[in-house]
């Protein structure tokens, strides 16, 4: 097997690929073509595929009459969650511990082993199913069009709805669940861990176990297991961090299912982004190779917000909520001096959801910077040219930056961290430089104030917002793993939650899409042209 970190950097194919653009004009030149209907409407797909916002399917042929539902079956293919009957035809299953009716703790003395209630209504069937996409978009060139062929036609996509089944897999007594945070830290992380051990103790599991320092916790000796229970994180919500610590990295991943094994558990809650759930996936199809009864459920954490398919991460909105001490820092700082900027660096290696909703929300910033949009620092259209104009139409100035953006202007490095994330330059630090040497060379005083909140607000705890959301994340992970699903991670889809195949949200990373309506508000909002 290879080591996890390889794991963790791996982008697993899709069978599908994006491709955005703009180019209204290139579409509607088409129609003017005298070609036959066929010809004319694969014509219309290889435009469109340089111009504009949809997915274009591998091995679908437009022109076939049934490529509608033939893409509809491979999605539904695509997007079914491995269960343990696939490995274990004959595995039994045992009804639900979960009872909100019944709240007396399980013991062996129940008939039969366990306490049910049919007449409870509050389990999921397994055929429910969550809509993935609400928008009917009329046109590729319509804001933010996310369409699979060249007439955005309406293709319904459908995902498994999380929560409790009335069957289980797993007896509680026999379960030994164990919960690992990897990657940074994010707010929520504790009311994650907390909600998970809780659930589990409502079904009626007794061991469960924290491993220290995410997947390292597996291999170092001097490592000892966490044990954990509704006593030990009764409050550990109302504190920032990890309970379990954190670290970037890991073992091989033989060495961790060597691990789990030795130590009997056959629950995993993997808490992490992209790079963790890579790793998660890893130890399912290792665990699946050695036909280990072992679900592993991931619990998606990325404060950037750049997971595939979800509405939003944990951590998000507190980000978002705490940004504003900054932002409202950097407008005082620079609305109080004689030609005033302020500089703002927020997180977002690869996507700008922070900036742009922290400025959105704001109202005090002129200039959002993200990595999704190019822009020029230099030259008449440039951030420094428009840097002129807000001081001497208004006096002062403040600039919101992704971390990721303009990463061009910097030196690269071959540097690679833990994880086998690029590491960045200091794009606020790039900015600041280059705004106070251009105005000292046109002989312009100014007064610059760079600020980089990052650590504080990775550090804090989780706002009600994320904090709903950290819990019921937590609820439908521990039922997930009890139904008997494995190679899963539990998200919000269109305000409902759903089970992800984990293949699915790590194939690439989710990002701001430039002609997208959010976007556009946020330029309403700062008033900031196009610098390029």
């Not at 009311?191 to 599991?205: A, F, M």
């Not at 793993?481 to 759903?498: K, M, R």
């Amino acid at each position: 097997m290879e080591s996890l970190s390889p794991a963790i950097g791996s982008n697993p194919i899709r069978p599908s690929t994006t491709i955005s653009g703009e180019n209204e004009l290139l579409i509607s030149s088409v129609k003017s073509i005298k070609l036959p209907p066929v010809a004319r409407r694969k014509m219309r797909m290889r435009v469109a595929a340089q111009s504009s916002n949809f997915v274009v399917p591998n091995n679908i042929d437009f022109s076939d009459p049934d490529w509608k539902v033939k893409y509809e079956r491979e999605f539904e293919a695509r997007f079914n969650i491995p269960h343990i009957t696939d490995v274990f035809p004959d595995a039994v299953s045992y009804p639900s511990t979960f009872c909100l009716k019944m709240r007396t703790p399980v013991t062996e003395d129940f008939a039969q082993g366990y306490p049910s209630d049919e007449e409870w209504h509050g389990y999921i069937n397994n055929n429910d199913r969550v809509l993935l996409k609400t928008i009917n978009y009329s046109s590729p060139t319509s804001a933010g069009a996310e369409c699979i062929d060249p007439d955005c036609t309406w293709v319904e996509q459908w995902v498994h709805r999380a929560g409790p089944r009335e069957k289980i897999y797993f007896k509680p007594e026999e379960v030994k669940a164990a919960i690992i945070t990897c990657g940074g830290l994010c707010p929520g992380l504790n009311d994650v861990i907390r909600q998970i051990v809780i659930t589990l103790e409502i079904y009626g599991v007794k061991k469960i176990v924290g491993i220290p320092f995410g997947y390292r916790g597996f291999s170092s000796d001097d490592l000892a297991e966490m044990p954990l229970s509704r006593k030990v994180v009764q409050n550990v919500h109302l504190s920032g961090g990890s309970l379990l610590g954190v670290s970037r990295g890991g073992p091989k991943v033989s060495d961790i299912v060597d691990s789990i094994q030795e130590r009997g558990i056959n629950m995993l809650f993997v808490i992490g982004g992209n790079g963790t759930h890579a790793g998660a996936n890893a130890i399912h199809d290792e665990c699946r190779r050695r036909r280990m009864q072992v679900a592993v459920v991931g619990v998606p954490k990325t404060i950037d917000n750049d997971i595939m398919l979800m509405d939003k991460t944990f951590g998000f909105d507190t980000a978002v909520e705490e940004a504003q001490r900054a932002i409202n820092s950097a407008y005082i700082e620079a609305h109080s001096a004689y030609h005033g900027i302020g500089i703002v660096k927020l997180m977002g290696r690869s996507s700008g959801f922070i900036a742009m909703h922290a400025s959105l929300a704001s109202g005090q910033i002129d200039i959002c910077l993200i990595p999704e949009v190019p822009f020029n620092l230099h030259g008449p259209h440039g951030v420094l040219q428009h840097l002129k104009y807000l001081l001497e139409a208004k006096g002062s100035a403040v600039i919101c930056v992704a971390e990721g953006a303009g990463q061009d202007f910097l030196e690269r490095t071959n540097a690679k961290d833990a994880s086998g994330n690029a590491v960045l330059g200091d794009i606020g630090v790039h900015i600041q430089q280059q705004i106070k040497k251009y105005f000292k060379e046109i002989g312009v005083t100014t007064d610059v104030k760079y600020i980089d909140p990052t650590y504080m607000i990775r550090a804090c705890r989780a706002n009600a917002s994320d904090g709903i959301l950290c819990t019921v994340l937590g609820q439908n992970a521990v039922h997930g793993a009890f139904a008997g699903y494995s190679g899963i991670t539990v998200g919000i889809c269109n305000t409902h939650y759903v089970y992800f195949p984990i293949p699915e949200v790590i194939a690439q990373p989710k990002v701001v899409d430039p002609n997208s309506r959010m976007w556009h508000r946020c330029l309403t909002s700062t008033g900031q042209p196009d610098f390029l």
